[in-house]
């Protein structure tokens, strides 16, 4: 059966994008032209995805009116003779249907997910990280390819993963791979190691394909010591009970942009912007001008 349905945790308070996220949910701030949770939405789409669910929680709103249609700004742009803007809001047409619940409390990242048991039901599911990008201009056919990984596999989970310094294991989810392939089984994994604890530096890196069977085991794992329930904990537990978890590397083209925290926000924003089709050559000029070999 193809996967049709996608979920989309974007609950996150954002504390670390303060005072940018005081209002606005973090996954709505622009990177170059676009929020960043509509480049999530049009990479799911280009893998064929139907149906997403949006689990958010208070002050995401703004996320709902995005994908909405908004009849009163299209009639103002047709009659102020801005016809040619209306492009801009081609997204809105994808052809996506959009649902949104809410996860009334923050416990994590697999309590997050659970909230899409409703949605999905039996059938495997896609779940996308909001605060990721994948690709740059050209979203990622890697969920087309964690999809094909968990059929062609007979997988109960396939997860995106992407090398990261060892100075840096203790952000992520850690997978320790079986072998050297692009496509692999995993034979552990942790969440946030110590560098010296951690199986591999092959982090989990925000996509992933789920059979149902997650969402027992996500009501079967225990709170960690900030008292939430993380999504790598439950594929653990899965693992031990003998299912088939299955990882996918990254290559060095589809690198993911995490935009948890403002030095990946600035990096990520400053490379989209200078590598934008229409404005990108301006503003590499005008960064010259100013800061010329002083950059
Ligand atoms: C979450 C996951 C982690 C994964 C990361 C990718 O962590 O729990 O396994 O590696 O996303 O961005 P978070 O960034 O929400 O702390």
Known sequence: MSIRNAV???AGLGTRLLPATKSQPKEMLPVGKKPIVQYIVEELHRCGLERVLFVT??????IEDHFDDDPDLIRTLRETGKEDLLQELEYERLGVHFLYTRQRRQRGLGDAVLCAEHFTG????VVALGDSIIGRHKPSPIVKRLMDAFEKHDADCAIAVEQVPLSQVSMYGVVKPASNDDVFEITDLVEKPRREEAPSNWAIAGRYVFAPGI????????FDHRNELQLTDAIRLTLREGKKIVGVRLPAEEKRYDIGNFES???TFVEFALTDPEFG???RKHVKELFGENL
């Open 8 to 10: 989309i945790p974007v």
């Open 57 to 62: 929680g208070r002050g995401k709103s703004s």
């Open 281 to 283: 050559p301006q503003l």
């Open 265 to 267: 926000y600035f990096e």
């Open 215 to 222: 969402f027992d085991a996500i009501k079967r794992t225990s």
């Open 122 to 125: 039996t059938e495997p599911f």
